[in-house]
Protein backbone atom coordinates (compact mmCIF):
# COMPACT_ATOMS: atom_id res chain seq x y z
CA UNK A 1 0.00 0.00 0.00
CA UNK A 2 2.31 1.99 0.79
CA UNK A 3 4.86 1.64 -2.11
CA UNK A 4 1.44 2.44 -4.40
CA UNK A 5 1.00 5.80 -2.38
CA UNK A 6 4.81 6.73 -3.46
CA UNK A 7 4.06 5.90 -6.96
CA UNK A 8 0.69 8.01 -6.99
CA UNK A 9 2.37 10.48 -5.22
CA UNK A 10 5.29 10.89 -7.64
CA UNK A 11 2.69 10.10 -10.77
CA UNK A 12 0.82 13.37 -9.45
CA UNK A 13 3.63 15.38 -8.85
CA UNK A 14 5.23 14.53 -12.06
CA UNK A 15 1.80 15.70 -14.31
CA UNK A 16 1.78 18.85 -12.10
CA UNK A 17 5.31 19.76 -13.40
CA UNK A 18 4.32 18.78 -16.52
CA UNK A 19 1.01 20.97 -16.61
CA UNK A 20 3.51 24.09 -14.92
CA UNK A 21 5.81 23.58 -17.93
CA UNK A 22 3.20 23.78 -20.52
CA UNK A 23 1.72 26.67 -19.29
CA UNK A 24 4.82 28.52 -18.82
CA UNK A 25 5.63 27.07 -22.45
CA UNK A 26 2.18 28.46 -24.07
CA UNK A 27 1.96 32.26 -22.47
CA UNK A 28 3.12 34.88 -25.11
CA UNK A 29 6.58 36.27 -24.11
CA UNK A 30 5.35 39.77 -25.87
CA UNK A 31 2.08 41.12 -25.47
CA UNK A 32 1.37 44.32 -27.57
CA UNK A 33 -1.81 46.21 -28.71
CA UNK A 34 -2.60 47.23 -32.54
CA UNK A 35 -4.32 50.08 -33.34
CA UNK A 36 -4.30 51.68 -37.27
CA UNK A 37 -5.47 54.80 -38.66
CA UNK A 38 -7.79 56.70 -36.11
CA UNK A 39 -7.70 59.35 -38.59
CA UNK A 40 -10.00 61.61 -35.85
CA UNK A 41 -11.16 65.04 -37.13
CA UNK A 42 -13.27 67.73 -35.72
CA UNK A 43 -15.37 67.37 -38.78
CA UNK A 44 -18.61 66.33 -40.34
CA UNK A 45 -19.18 62.40 -41.76
CA UNK A 46 -18.27 61.69 -45.28
CA UNK A 47 -19.06 58.90 -46.49
CA UNK A 48 -18.58 55.65 -44.18
CA UNK A 49 -15.78 57.85 -42.07
CA UNK A 50 -17.45 59.33 -38.95
CA UNK A 51 -14.74 61.07 -38.31
CA UNK A 52 -15.54 62.39 -34.76
CA UNK A 53 -16.78 58.90 -33.63
CA UNK A 54 -13.14 57.70 -33.47
CA UNK A 55 -12.71 59.27 -30.14
CA UNK A 56 -15.03 56.97 -28.46
CA UNK A 57 -13.67 53.95 -30.42
CA UNK A 58 -10.62 54.90 -28.69
CA UNK A 59 -11.29 55.43 -25.63
CA UNK A 60 -12.38 51.42 -25.84
CA UNK A 61 -9.66 50.54 -27.12
CA UNK A 62 -7.45 52.32 -24.99
CA UNK A 63 -9.68 50.92 -22.06
CA UNK A 64 -9.20 47.16 -23.35
CA UNK A 65 -5.79 47.11 -24.33
CA UNK A 66 -5.08 48.63 -20.71
CA UNK A 67 -7.24 45.39 -18.72
CA UNK A 68 -5.23 42.96 -21.08
CA UNK A 69 -2.16 44.43 -20.05
CA UNK A 70 0.04 44.55 -22.42
CA UNK A 71 3.97 45.59 -22.87
CA UNK A 72 3.41 48.05 -25.84
CA UNK A 73 1.03 49.55 -28.23
CA UNK A 74 1.89 49.64 -31.83
CA UNK A 75 -0.13 52.71 -33.59
CA UNK A 76 0.32 52.47 -37.72
CA UNK A 77 -0.30 56.00 -38.47
CA UNK A 78 -3.11 58.34 -39.55
CA UNK A 79 -3.90 59.69 -35.93
CA UNK A 80 -5.77 62.99 -37.94
CA UNK A 81 -7.36 63.10 -41.01
CA UNK A 82 -6.94 66.57 -41.77
CA UNK A 83 -5.91 69.21 -38.82
CA UNK A 84 -2.80 69.39 -36.48
CA UNK A 85 -4.53 71.17 -33.78
CA UNK A 86 -6.70 67.59 -33.62
CA UNK A 87 -3.59 65.67 -32.88
CA UNK A 88 -3.66 67.14 -29.07
CA UNK A 89 -7.15 65.40 -28.13
CA UNK A 90 -5.99 62.18 -29.83
CA UNK A 91 -2.56 62.12 -27.86
CA UNK A 92 -4.55 62.43 -25.07
CA UNK A 93 -6.76 59.71 -25.18
CA UNK A 94 -3.65 57.72 -26.06
CA UNK A 95 -2.02 58.84 -22.98
CA UNK A 96 -4.18 56.79 -21.08
CA UNK A 97 -2.62 54.00 -22.08
CA UNK A 98 -0.80 52.19 -19.07
CA UNK A 99 2.51 50.99 -20.82
CA UNK A 100 4.22 53.02 -24.26
CA UNK A 101 3.55 53.14 -27.34
CA UNK A 102 5.67 53.19 -30.58
CA UNK A 103 3.96 54.68 -34.11
CA UNK A 104 4.81 55.21 -37.24
CA UNK A 105 3.20 58.77 -39.23
CA UNK A 106 0.68 58.38 -41.88
CA UNK A 107 0.32 60.75 -44.81
CA UNK A 108 -2.87 62.38 -43.24
CA UNK A 109 -0.80 62.78 -39.98
CA UNK A 110 1.56 65.75 -42.78
CA UNK A 111 -1.64 67.91 -43.05
CA UNK A 112 -0.78 71.44 -41.86
CA UNK A 113 2.80 70.50 -41.01
CA UNK A 114 5.05 73.35 -42.16
CA UNK A 115 7.90 71.00 -39.62
CA UNK A 116 8.09 67.55 -39.83
CA UNK A 117 10.28 67.30 -36.26
CA UNK A 118 7.50 68.82 -34.90
CA UNK A 119 4.99 66.55 -35.80
CA UNK A 120 7.41 63.75 -34.78
CA UNK A 121 7.92 65.42 -31.37
CA UNK A 122 4.38 65.25 -30.86
CA UNK A 123 4.12 61.92 -31.27
CA UNK A 124 7.25 61.19 -29.13
CA UNK A 125 8.98 59.57 -31.79
CA UNK A 126 12.51 59.36 -31.51
CA UNK A 127 13.29 59.51 -35.01
CA UNK A 128 11.29 59.20 -38.26
CA UNK A 129 12.30 55.71 -38.71
CA UNK A 130 14.41 53.67 -36.08
CA UNK A 131 14.01 50.00 -34.15
CA UNK A 132 13.10 48.53 -30.75
CA UNK A 133 14.71 45.42 -29.16
CA UNK A 134 14.37 42.90 -27.05
CA UNK A 135 17.53 41.11 -26.85
CA UNK A 136 17.01 38.92 -24.21
CA UNK A 137 14.07 37.18 -25.68
CA UNK A 138 15.62 37.31 -29.96
CA UNK A 139 13.18 39.68 -31.11
CA UNK A 140 13.44 43.45 -32.69
CA UNK A 141 10.58 45.79 -34.05
CA UNK A 142 11.27 48.06 -37.52
CA UNK A 143 9.53 51.19 -37.65
CA UNK A 144 9.44 52.67 -40.82
CA UNK A 145 9.12 55.94 -42.38
CA UNK A 146 6.92 55.34 -45.77
CA UNK A 147 5.97 58.90 -46.07
CA UNK A 148 9.75 59.78 -46.33
CA UNK A 149 9.47 60.68 -50.13
CA UNK A 150 6.03 61.82 -50.79
CA UNK A 151 4.21 65.18 -52.22
CA UNK A 152 2.75 65.90 -48.70
CA UNK A 153 5.74 64.96 -46.54
CA UNK A 154 7.07 68.83 -47.15
CA UNK A 155 10.15 67.61 -47.94
CA UNK A 156 12.75 70.53 -48.35
CA UNK A 157 16.01 67.79 -49.60
CA UNK A 158 16.41 68.14 -53.18
CA UNK A 159 17.81 64.94 -53.57
CA UNK A 160 14.52 63.68 -51.91
CA UNK A 161 12.24 65.92 -54.50
CA UNK A 162 14.76 63.97 -56.82
CA UNK A 163 14.26 60.67 -55.50
CA UNK A 164 10.00 61.61 -55.87
CA UNK A 165 9.96 62.41 -59.84
CA UNK A 166 12.24 59.49 -60.42
CA UNK A 167 9.72 56.94 -58.61
CA UNK A 168 6.52 58.66 -59.93
CA UNK A 169 8.05 58.36 -63.21
CA UNK A 170 8.95 54.68 -62.86
CA UNK A 171 5.32 54.33 -61.66
CA UNK A 172 3.89 56.37 -64.52
CA UNK A 173 5.72 54.10 -67.36
CA UNK A 174 4.83 51.06 -65.56
CA UNK A 175 0.90 52.03 -65.31
CA UNK A 176 1.03 50.42 -61.77
CA UNK A 177 -2.02 50.80 -59.56
CA UNK A 178 -0.24 53.09 -56.69
CA UNK A 179 1.14 55.84 -58.14
CA UNK A 180 -1.42 58.10 -55.83
CA UNK A 181 -0.51 61.37 -54.54
CA UNK A 182 -1.51 59.61 -50.84
CA UNK A 183 1.22 57.15 -50.64
CA UNK A 184 5.14 58.12 -49.89
CA UNK A 185 8.25 55.99 -50.28
CA UNK A 186 11.03 54.79 -48.41
CA UNK A 187 14.33 56.89 -49.70
CA UNK A 188 17.46 55.34 -50.46
CA UNK A 189 18.93 55.99 -47.13
CA UNK A 190 16.24 54.49 -45.26
CA UNK A 191 16.30 51.18 -47.72
CA UNK A 192 20.19 50.75 -46.72
CA UNK A 193 19.31 51.09 -43.35
CA UNK A 194 16.54 47.97 -43.19
CA UNK A 195 19.03 46.16 -45.32
CA UNK A 196 21.76 46.55 -42.70
CA UNK A 197 19.54 45.92 -40.00
CA UNK A 198 17.66 43.09 -41.47
CA UNK A 199 21.60 41.96 -42.37
CA UNK A 200 22.38 41.88 -38.72
CA UNK A 201 19.01 40.30 -37.20
CA UNK A 202 20.02 37.54 -40.01
CA UNK A 203 23.56 36.63 -38.94
CA UNK A 204 22.42 37.40 -34.90
CA UNK A 205 19.33 34.49 -35.42
CA UNK A 206 16.58 37.72 -34.16
CA UNK A 207 12.89 37.62 -35.32
CA UNK A 208 12.06 40.81 -37.13
CA UNK A 209 8.39 42.76 -37.39
CA UNK A 210 8.07 45.45 -39.67
CA UNK A 211 5.62 48.06 -38.75
CA UNK A 212 4.65 50.36 -41.27
CA UNK A 213 1.73 52.75 -42.70
CA UNK A 214 1.51 51.47 -46.27
CA UNK A 215 1.32 48.37 -47.46
CA UNK A 216 3.75 46.48 -49.31
CA UNK A 217 1.92 43.37 -50.69
CA UNK A 218 -0.22 42.32 -52.25
CA UNK A 219 -0.80 44.58 -55.17
CA UNK A 220 -2.72 47.25 -54.27
CA UNK A 221 -3.40 51.16 -54.80
CA UNK A 222 -2.64 51.94 -50.80
CA UNK A 223 0.91 50.49 -51.67
CA UNK A 224 3.90 52.48 -50.72
CA UNK A 225 5.19 53.83 -54.07
CA UNK A 226 8.76 51.98 -54.20
CA UNK A 227 6.84 48.62 -52.16
CA UNK A 228 8.75 46.38 -55.26
CA UNK A 229 12.17 47.68 -54.52
CA UNK A 230 11.53 47.12 -50.31
CA UNK A 231 10.00 43.68 -51.07
CA UNK A 232 13.48 42.77 -52.46
CA UNK A 233 15.22 44.27 -49.63
CA UNK A 234 12.70 42.32 -47.13
CA UNK A 235 12.33 38.86 -49.18
CA UNK A 236 16.01 38.22 -49.13
CA UNK A 237 15.73 37.51 -44.88
CA UNK A 238 13.81 34.51 -43.42
CA UNK A 239 14.05 36.62 -40.00
CA UNK A 240 11.40 38.23 -41.32
CA UNK A 241 8.28 37.00 -39.37
CA UNK A 242 5.85 39.95 -40.44
CA UNK A 243 5.31 42.87 -41.56
CA UNK A 244 2.30 45.03 -40.51
CA UNK A 245 0.24 48.19 -42.02
CA UNK A 246 -2.31 50.20 -42.05
CA UNK A 247 -3.59 52.76 -44.89
CA UNK A 248 -5.70 50.32 -46.71
CA UNK A 249 -8.91 50.62 -43.98
CA UNK A 250 -10.69 47.82 -45.75
CA UNK A 251 -7.62 45.54 -44.54
CA UNK A 252 -6.03 42.99 -46.46
CA UNK A 253 -3.49 39.90 -45.79
CA UNK A 254 -1.19 37.64 -48.12
CA UNK A 255 1.87 35.65 -48.33
CA UNK A 256 5.21 36.86 -49.99
CA UNK A 257 7.96 34.90 -49.97
CA UNK A 258 6.86 32.69 -47.07
CA UNK A 259 6.72 35.86 -45.09
CA UNK A 260 2.87 37.58 -43.82
CA UNK A 261 1.85 41.03 -44.95
CA UNK A 262 -1.03 41.91 -42.69
CA UNK A 263 -3.05 44.96 -43.61
CA UNK A 264 -4.67 46.04 -40.20
CA UNK A 265 -8.36 47.52 -40.68
CA UNK A 266 -8.83 51.23 -40.19
CA UNK A 267 -10.93 52.46 -37.49
CA UNK A 268 -12.39 55.35 -38.84
CA UNK A 269 -14.42 53.52 -41.02
CA UNK A 270 -18.40 53.13 -39.91
CA UNK A 271 -20.44 54.55 -37.56
CA UNK A 272 -20.28 52.12 -34.79
CA UNK A 273 -17.82 48.97 -35.24
CA UNK A 274 -14.41 49.69 -33.84
CA UNK A 275 -10.92 48.07 -34.99
CA UNK A 276 -8.09 47.49 -33.24
CA UNK A 277 -6.41 44.36 -31.79
CA UNK A 278 -4.03 42.45 -29.10
CA UNK A 279 -1.64 40.94 -30.50
CA UNK A 280 0.22 37.64 -28.42
CA UNK A 281 3.69 37.25 -29.62
CA UNK A 282 4.82 33.24 -28.51
CA UNK A 283 8.08 31.90 -29.67
CA UNK A 284 6.95 29.97 -32.47
CA UNK A 285 3.98 32.18 -33.76
CA UNK A 286 2.01 35.11 -33.59
CA UNK A 287 -1.74 35.46 -32.83
CA UNK A 288 -3.46 38.63 -33.35
CA UNK A 289 -6.63 39.07 -31.79
CA UNK A 290 -8.99 41.47 -33.95
CA UNK A 291 -11.53 43.73 -32.45
CA UNK A 292 -14.63 44.86 -34.27
CA UNK A 293 -13.41 44.73 -37.87
CA UNK A 294 -9.94 43.24 -37.49
CA UNK A 295 -9.48 39.91 -38.87
CA UNK A 296 -7.96 37.69 -36.07
CA UNK A 297 -5.08 35.43 -37.25
CA UNK A 298 -2.31 33.07 -35.71
CA UNK A 299 0.63 33.19 -37.69
CA UNK A 300 3.27 30.59 -37.67
CA UNK A 301 6.82 31.48 -37.55
Known sequence: MKSFTIIFFLFISATFTISIAQTKISEPILKMGLIADIQYGDCA?????????SINKLREAVKDINDNNVHFTVNLGDFTDR????????????????????????????????????????????????????????????????????SYSNVLDVDKQVELET????????????????????SKEQLNWLDNKLKL????????????????????????????????VIGKYDC?????????????????????????????????????????????KMVVKGRGRVTSRKIDF
Open 45 to 53: TNGSRFYRN
Open 83 to 150: NLADLDVVMAELGMLNANMYSVTGNHDYVGVKDNQVLYNKLFLPSDYYSLGFPRLGIQFLFLNSNDIS
Open 167 to 186: IKAKLKAENRKNNYSWNGAL
Open 201 to 232: AHDENVRVVICMHHPLYPDNNHNALNDREILE
Open 240 to 284: VKAVLSGHNHAGNFAYYKGIPFITVEGMIETEADNAYGIVEIFKD
